[in-house]
């Protein structure tokens, strides 16, 4: 990299410009940024050297000379992504444009043993050298996990839905060599639907898998809370003095909205659930769903009376409420004094992957955030 590029602050304004909006030509740019010409056209050529940035066309003529226009290498660099759950292990690999290069989902048990480290670190290696002959170009690898963290993102605070030990990180660090860090699962999936449906306003992600968690994300920014506790939807009360919890307290969400209150029904098979359900010829499984959405509906209408915002159902129950989100609205819609329009119910655009790619979205944020100081 130029000397130039590597202490410029207006190169990194462009460069974020430029990954934030779209495709621009010399003239926007130095309009939008108050730069001048000459000095715009020295930074894009200094970004265009480096392979950060390239020549996307020409602009739509207006009776002039058609401006050249200019975008980001969404290839320069790269984050990997994992997910540790109870019953999966998942690795992503995304550039800077979140789109995935390749993935790894493993049906593998959770367990602190050697074994699943090893095979963890196998899998991770493999898919980088397949993918990256140059490792410099990968910024970091974050790990998704059902846990509440420490602010350093390597601290264990609070552990039940997987046995993880609270020395997780010293333990990885055998197996893992790339910068890595831990990220609260649904945090992370919350914080790949935001990025993927360019949301600018705030919204509600609530998580429905094993476990019920969620998110509250402004724009591109999560909100932890004081304690990083911040969105347990999960252990809201929902029916007082109910069904008992996990946590050890009765009448939680996540004793009703679990994916588990699905698939206790086809043994463990969330997809064969959704099979059965489609041919609407088990009135069993119907009417299961049925009393499912009415616990939902009494959760998502207590998010929006609170949040006023968005609401996304993710998770893996979220992965096939597509097809169902007629019939969901008009269940929460009942329930709203305020409104009569579902519309701000949402399901996911992240049918699987959502917290590995989540997860690896820190360390692309931190680099463009942080453009050109520290690469």
Same mark, same amino acid.
């Given at each position: 990299?130029?000397? %130039?590029?590597?202490?410029?602050?207006?190169?990194?304004?462009? =460069?974020?410009?430029?990954? =934030?909006?779209?495709?621009?030509?010399?003239?926007?740019?130095? +309009?939008?940024?108050?730069?001048?010409?000459?000095?715009?056209?020295?930074?894009?050529?200094?970004?265009?050297?480096?392979?950060? @940035?390239?020549? $996307?066309?020409?602009?739509?003529?207006?009776?002039?000379?058609?401006?050249?226009? !200019?975008?980001?290498?969404? +290839?320069?660099?790269?984050?990997?992504?994992?997910?540790?759950?109870?019953?999966?292990?998942?690795?992503?690999?995304?550039?800077?444009?979140?789109?995935?290069?390749?993935?790894?989902?493993?049906?593998?048990?959770?367990?602190?043993?050697? +074994? !699943?480290?090893?095979?963890?670190?196998?899998?991770?290696?493999?898919?980088?050298?397949?993918?990256?002959?140059?490792?410099?170009?990968?910024?970091?690898?974050?790990?998704?996990?059902?846990?509440?963290?420490?602010?350093?993102?390597?601290?264990?605070? =609070?552990?039940?839905?997987?046995?993880?030990?609270?020395?997780?990180?010293?333990?990885?660090?055998?197996?893992?060599?790339?910068?890595?860090?831990?990220?609260?699962?649904?945090?992370?999936?919350?914080?790949?639907?935001?990025?993927?449906?360019? !949301?600018?306003?705030?919204?509600?992600?609530?998580?429905?898998? #094993?476990? @019920? &968690? &969620?998110?509250?994300?402004?724009?591109?920014?999560?909100?932890?809370?004081?304690?990083?506790?911040?969105?347990?939807?999960?252990?809201?009360?929902?029916?007082?003095?109910?069904?008992?919890?996990?946590?050890?307290?009765?009448?939680?969400?996540?004793?009703?909205?679990?994916?588990?209150?699905?698939?206790?029904?086809?043994?463990?098979?969330?997809?064969?659930?959704?099979?059965?359900?489609?041919?609407?010829?088990?009135?069993?499984?119907?009417?299961?769903?049925?009393?499912?959405?009415? %616990?939902? $509906?009494?959760?998502?209408?207590?998010?929006?009376?609170?949040?006023?915002?968005?609401?996304?159902?993710? &998770?893996?129950?979220?992965?096939?409420?597509?097809?169902?989100?007629?019939?969901?609205?008009?269940?929460?819609?009942?329930?709203?004094?305020?409104?009569?329009?579902? #519309?701000?119910?949402? $399901?996911?655009?992240?049918?699987?992957?959502?917290?590995?790619?989540?997860?690896?979205?820190?360390?692309?944020? +931190?680099?463009?955030?942080?453009?050109? %100081?520290?690469?």
């Amino acid at each position: 990299m130029d000397e %130039y590029l590597a202490k410029s602050k207006t190169s990194g304004d462009i =460069y974020r410009l430029l990954y =934030y909006g779209a495709s621009c030509s010399r003239q926007e740019i130095s +309009q939008t940024l108050d730069i001048s010409l000459p000095t715009t056209t020295r930074c894009l050529n200094s970004l265009c050297n480096a392979g950060f @940035v390239k020549s $996307a066309g020409e602009s739509q003529s207006t009776g002039g000379r058609k401006a050249t226009l !200019y975008e980001y290498v969404p +290839q320069a660099r790269y984050a990997a992504g994992i997910d540790i759950t109870r019953n999966h292990l998942s690795i992503v690999l995304v550039d800077l444009g979140l789109n995935i290069l390749d993935t790894r989902r493993l049906r593998i048990p959770f367990e602190a043993s050697d +074994q !699943y480290f090893s095979t963890l670190a196998r899998e991770y290696e493999d898919m980088i050298s397949q993918n990256l002959p140059d490792r410099s170009c990968l910024l970091g690898t974050g790990i998704s996990v059902p846990v509440l963290l420490g602010d350093d993102h390597k601290t264990i605070n =609070y552990a039940t839905v997987i046995p993880l030990p609270f020395n997780i990180y010293s333990i990885l660090s055998s197996y893992i060599h790339e910068p890595f860090l831990f990220f609260n699962d649904s945090n992370s999936a919350g914080l790949a639907e935001s990025w993927r449906g360019h !949301y600018t306003s705030s919204l509600i992600y609530l998580s429905l898998s #094993s476990s @019920v &968690g &969620g998110a509250y994300i402004n724009g591109r920014t999560l909100y932890t809370g004081d304690h990083n506790r911040g969105c347990e939807f999960g252990h809201m009360a929902l029916i007082p003095h109910g069904k008992k919890c996990y946590c050890g307290s009765y009448g939680c969400l996540d004793a009703y909205c679990t994916a588990n209150a699905l698939t206790d029904f086809t043994d463990g098979n969330l997809k064969e659930f959704f099979d059965i359900l489609k041919t609407g010829n088990n009135q069993g499984i119907r009417n299961v769903f049925d009393s499912y959405l009415d %616990y939902l $509906a009494i959760a998502v209408n207590n998010l929006r009376m609170c949040f006023d915002c968005n609401i996304i159902l993710g &998770g893996n129950v979220g992965a096939y409420m597509a097809d169902y989100l007629d019939l969901f609205r008009k269940k929460a819609i009942k329930l709203n004094p305020f409104e009569n329009d579902g #519309s701000f119910i949402h $399901a996911c655009h992240y049918r699987t992957e959502a917290s590995a790619v989540g997860a690896a979205i820190y360390y692309i944020d +931190q680099f463009v955030k942080n453009f050109p %100081y520290e690469m």
